[in-house]
Nanobody, 120 residues
Framework: QVHVLESGGGSVQAGGSLRLSCAAS????????MGWYRQAPGKQRELVAT??????????DSVKGRFTISRDNAKLTAITVDLQMNSLKPEDTAVYYC???????????WGQGTLVTVFA
């Protein structure tokens, strides 16, 4: 059973746009924070953007003004979080992971990751 399903990603030229989507099943636990992290080759995983159940967002400085995170709580079976990425740069190239956290400490699920490649 897949609890977190990611879609989107791919290859794009610098300056272009991509949109990532993540659907998290409500069956897992009560979902609070959702977000996107990324890991470039040879680097540690880092936060890209997060959004909590109230809609408050947080962004890495490197993506502010270019990326927008949004969340849809309306579906009965899943909560979705999207990441709209504009003005992409080669340094945005990484595997992007969806992260889902519950209200209870320790309740956390990661997606399998989706590759974003930005070429000059």
């Amino acid at each position: 059973q897949v609890h977190v399903l990611e879609s989107g990603g791919g290859s794009v030229q610098a300056g272009g746009s991509l949109r990532l989507s993540c659907a998290a099943s409500r069956d897992m636990f009560s979902i609070n924070d959702m977000g996107w992290y990324r890991q470039a080759p040879g680097k540690q995983r880092e936060l890209v953007a997060t959004i909590d159940s109230g809609g408050s967002t947080d962004y890495a400085d490197s993506v502010k003004g270019r990326f927008t995170i949004s969340r849809d709580n309306a579906k009965l079976t899943a909560i979705t979080v999207d990441l709209q990425m504009n003005s992409l740069k080669p340094e945005d190239t990484a595997v992007y992971y969806c992260n889902v956290r519950g209200y209870v400490a320790g309740r956390e699920v990661w997606g399998q990751g989706t590759l974003v490649t930005v070429f000059a």
